[in-house]
T-cell receptor, first 116, second 112 residues
Framework: DVKVTQSSRYLVKRTGEKVFLECVQD?????MFWYRQDPGLGLRLIYF???????EKGDIPEGYSVSREKKERFSLILESASTNQTSMYLC???????????????FGEGSRLTVL | GEDVEQSLFLSVREGDSSVINCTYT??????LYWYKQEPGAGLQLLTY?????DMKQDQRLTVLLNKKDKHLSLRIADTQTGDSAIYFC????????????FGTGTKLQVIP
């Protein structure tokens, strides 16, 4: 069964703390994504990566960074957490099947972060 | 940039049909998707349609695409309580880095 695993389902952090959100996929997918989900705003893309050590900014990268040292792992880093980063964070992966993009994203269950 | 819009909420009675609507702005969209998110879970792909198609049917699901109006709809026949979830419309084009843009999501409530 294909799987995207996010290390923490729930986190509570204080303003100014450094936060790491980890995501691992076991499908040998080339592409990995970090989204945040907020009520009424849907999913917004923070960063994505199409290869090891490669990263691209999404629509809302400010205040975030990412790391992809291995193909299966994509980490989201909040260098100094702020209250407006309280949100649900969703990791996803996708494959370039036979060179063609199908667009199907496989999602983890999400990490709900609260910043106090 | 790309924009995808949906109404936020829909309530239907069990056994009725549900129709969830979506509009998008990117005329170069190649793929259009419907994802489902059940409570406490991530999103799962429900169905998709290529931009050169008008309609796709998959069991109780019917997807209609009006490319001229950039309008996508999802019809669920004989809606069941297990269909209660948030439904996201999404679009992508075949260029660039395969970026998928999501709508705001429509919360479907099915009343027994």
């Amino acid at each position: 069964d294909v799987k995207v695993t996010q290390s923490s389902r729930y986190l509570v952090k204080r303003t100014g703390e450094k936060v790491f959100l980890e995501c691992v996929q076991d499908m040998d997918h080339e592409n990995m994504f970090w989204y945040r989900q907020d009520p009424g705003l849907g999913l917004r893309l923070i960063y994505f990566s199409y290869d090891v050590k490669m990263k691209e900014k999404g629509d809302i990268p400010e205040g975030y960074s990412v790391s992809r040292e291995k193909k299966e792992r994509f980490s989201l880093i909040l260098e100094s957490a702020s209250t407006n980063q309280t949100s649900m964070y969703l990791c996803a992966s996708s494959s370039i099947a036979g060179g063609a993009f199908t667009g199907e994203l496989f999602f983890g269950e999400g990490s709900r972060l609260t910043v106090l | 940039g790309e924009d995808v819009e949906q109404s936020l909420f829909l309530s239907v009675r069990e056994g009725d049909s549900s129709v969830i609507n979506c509009t998008y702005t990117d005329s170069s969209s190649t793929y259009l998707y419907w994802y489902k998110q059940e409570p406490g879970a991530g999103l799962q792909l429900l169905t998709y349609i290529f931009s050169n198609m008008d309609m796709k049917q998959d069991q109780r699901l019917t997807v209609l695409l009006n490319k001229k109006d950039k309008h996508l709809s999802l019809r669920i026949a004989d809606t069941q309580t297990g269909d209660s979830a948030i439904y996201f419309c999404a679009e992508a084009n075949s260029g660039g880095y395969q970026k998928v843009t999501f709508g705001t999501g429509t919360k479907l409530q099915v009343i027994p």
